[in-house]
């Protein structure tokens, strides 16, 4: 099974921008469908983005789209969440998440295999 290290998190002001970054183990990499996940405090965990096996399809959440990318290196085990304009209420721990299932399952918390340990970003007004 995949083992997931997230990196990058950390305190920045409103209107900056942030990369998170997941390092993943294992040689199957490419076979999973990588999603970041985000929780606030007092809040439940919510989807943020998930970028398909080949990293041509991708889908990001209502409030982070066009400020948000989330992309993928096969050739590196990497994952990545560019965030760009970060508001006080992007401030979680954000988790990436390995998913075996099929794509449209991204949403789906139970579908994800694998998952980080989290990384905070917090964003000061």
């Known amino acids: 099974q995949v083992q997931l290290v997230e990196s990058g998190g950390g305190l920045v002001q409103a209107g900056g921008s942030l990369r998170l970054s997941c390092a993943a183990s294992?040689?199957?990499?490419?076979?999973?469908?990588m999603g970041w996940f985000r929780q606030a405090p007092g809040k439940e965990r919510e989807f943020v983005a998930a970028?398909?096996?080949?990293?041509?399809?991708?889908n990001h959440a209502d409030s982070v789209k066009g400020r948000f990318t989330i992309s993928r290196d096969n050739a590196k085990n990497m994952v990545y969440l560019r965030m760009n304009s970060l508001k006080p209420e992007d401030t979680a721990v954000y988790y990436c998440?390995?998913?075996?299932?099929?794509?449209?399952?991204?949403?789906?918390?139970?579908?994800?295999?694998?998952w980080g340990q989290g990384t905070q970003v917090t964003v000061s007004s």
């Open positions: 998440a390995a998913c075996s299932g099929a794509y449209y399952s991204y949403l789906r918390e139970d579908m994800y295999d694998a």
């Open positions: 294992g040689r199957t990499f490419s076979t999973y469908v």
């Open positions: 970028v398909s096996r080949d990293g041509f399809t991708t």
